[in-house]
């Protein structure tokens, strides 16, 4: 799949670091041996799966940037001219977009196998609501789906539906909670800056005051 992906998309400029290449960053999926494994273990085996393509999303992101050394190195050949710079931009922003299509097929997919590992295991609306409570990933697999791709009934998924509603609004309130308190720290810390800073400032004028008051002493005594 890797060296397919690759062929599709090469790599914008030759010579360009080892690492450039978006796609580089994929290894080999567990999928190919879920099949062969218990349903814990396959489970078991998507976690790790989720917690692998997070990472992959996040250097997709940085590496999915126009790359600083191709810049520096088109700079130097003083071939960064509009029209060149706007190609490598247009084949950067597709490569980003294929990139981004293959995550989200790469989602998809992966909710597919976790919602076909619960509905195996027949997993009782207990243990389904507590572990999309607990995992937004799950949460992710699990809501407004038919109920019959769980493996439960429609009265069962609405309730399913809820609860995962009800986490996701308190996760958002909890952060936009966190968000103010930050937000408050900040602003506290500004102005005590501004207390010290204008406090300093005030002496040093009225330091500077004494000084020009002694030395206007001094010449009138003379």
């Known amino acids: 799949m890797l060296d397919e992906l690759k062929k599709n998309f090469p790599p914008v400029v030759a010579g360009a670091p080892a690492d450039y290449h978006p796609l580089s960053l994929y290894t080999k999926d567990v999928r190919d041996d879920l099949p062969t494994r218990s349903g814990a ?31 520096n190195e088109m700079t130097k050949a003083l071939a960064a001219s509009e029209k060149t710079l706007n190609y490598v931009k247009s084949m950067e922003a597709e490569n980003s977009k294929a990139i981004r299509n293959d995550i989200v097929k790469l989602r998809s997919h992966h909710a597919e196998e976790i919602r076909a590992v619960y509905r195996a295991q027949k997993v009782p609306l ?3 609501l507590q572990d999309a409570r607990s995992n937004p990933e799950i949460a992710g697999a699990l809501a407004y789906v038919p109920s019959v791709l769980l493996g439960i009934t429609r009265q069962e998924a609405d309730r399913l539906n809820d609860a995962i509603e009800a986490a996701h609004a308190v996760s958002s309130y909890q952060t936009r909670a966190s968000a103010r308190k930050v937000a408050t720290k900040i602003e506290a810390a500004r102005e005590q800056f501004a207390r010290e800073y204008f406090g300093k400032t005030t002496k040093w004028a009225q330091s500077d005051d004494v000084v020009i008051a002694a030395a206007k002493r001094k010449r009138t005594a003379a």
């Open 41 to 71: 273990q396959a489970l078991g085996a998507l976690y790790s799966t989720w917690a692998t393509l997070a990472e992959t999303e996040r250097q997709v992101t940085d590496k999915s940037k126009l790359n600083d050394f191709v810049l």
């Open 126 to 128: 207990s243990t389904l």
